[in-house]
C-alpha cells in the first residue's frame, strides 16, 4: 500500500461497511514500522486510464510484540468471489511469521458469515465476544485467533 492508495482505499471502506477510519488513519499507519498494508491491484486489462491501476483489496495488520492484528481486510464489490480476501490475508499472515509473530487476532462482526468463513479457512477460531464493539451500526464482534 501506498499514499497513492488511499483514496481508493476509503472509496472501498465506505461501501463495504467496514467501520470508517479515514485516509488520515491510513496515512498514519503507512508511517509506522510494525504495519503491514497490502492492497491487491486490478489485472492490467482492468486498469483505469487515469490510474494505470484500480485497488481491488486491502489488508492492514499490525505486529505487536509476538501478535499480530488484523484490522482491516476488504475487497471491492466488483471484485469479490475471486479469492483476493484469502491471498491478502495469506501475505500478511505470512509477513507477521517472518516478524516473528506467534498469534493472529482479528474482531468480525458477528452477523458477517463471509469473513468468518474466510477466517475459519486460515485456521482461525472464535476465542470471544466483544458486546457491542462496533458502533455504526451497533453489532457484537466476535474475538477470532489463530496461532501462526
Do not use: C
Amino acid at each position: 500500500m501506498a499514499e497513492a492508495d488511499l483514496r481508493e482505499i476509503g472509496e472501498i471502506e465506505r461501501t463495504t461497511g467496514l467501520s470508517i477510519w479515514g485516509e488520515e488513519a491510513y496515512r498514519a499507519e503507512l508511517e509506522k514500522g510494525n504495519s503491514i498494508m497490502l492492497v491487491a491491484v486490478s489485472a492490467a486489462r482492468e486498469f483505469d486510464a487515469e490510474q494505470q491501476r484500480r485497488v481491488s483489496g486491502f489488508i492492514v495488520a499490525r505486529v505487536t510484540a509476538d501478535e499480530v492484528h488484523i484490522n482491516n481486510v476488504a475487497v471491492r464489490e466488483g471484485a469479490r468471489g475471486q479469492g483476493l480476501g484469502s491471498l491478502l490475508l495469506a501475505a500478511a499472515l505470512d509477513q507477521a511469521k517472518r516478524a516473528r509473530a506467534q498469534m493472529a487476532v482479528l474482531e468480525v462482526r458477528a452477523s458477517n458469515r463471509a469473513a468468518q468463513m474466510l477466517y475459519v479457512k486460515h485456521n482461525f477460531v472464535v476465542a470471544g465476544r466483544r458486546r457491542n464493539y462496533y458502533k455504526t451500526p451497533p453489532e457484537d464482534a466476535l474475538v477470532m485467533t489463530a496461532a501462526l
